[in-house]
């Protein structure tokens, strides 16, 4: 499975971007979609993440990022508004699907793309 991610720039703050997600496969498939990000120097944390039934952010997000999904498409979105400097980061796809009862997943992430917001 690839996952390839577009949309990432540079933005002033308080501007807007959408990142996209397209997947090689049925995004349907999958048991959950994720948006990470990785600042210089930190470790990579979740963003947001999406399942058949429900969303969920990270507090530093909520109110401003939206996760969606276009299944017919095969693809995974990120709408952030109110972009703030401490978002600058890279952003990662991730998808994962359980492969047995014990609850063994398979990972699949994108490359990345780079947000920036300007002060």
Known sequence: VQLVESGGGLVQAGGSLRLSC?????????????WYRQAPGKQRELVARITSDSTNYADFVKG???IS??????????QMN?????????YFCHAEKVVNVEGAKVDHWGQGTQVTVSS
């Open 64 to 66: 401003r990022f939206t």
């Open 82 to 90: 109110n972009l703030k400097p401490e978002d600058t980061a890279v």
């Open 69 to 78: 999904r276009d299944i017919a498409e095969n693809t995974l979105y990120l």
């Open 22 to 34: 397209a997947a090689s496969k049925n995004i349907f498939n999958f048991d959950g979609m994720d």
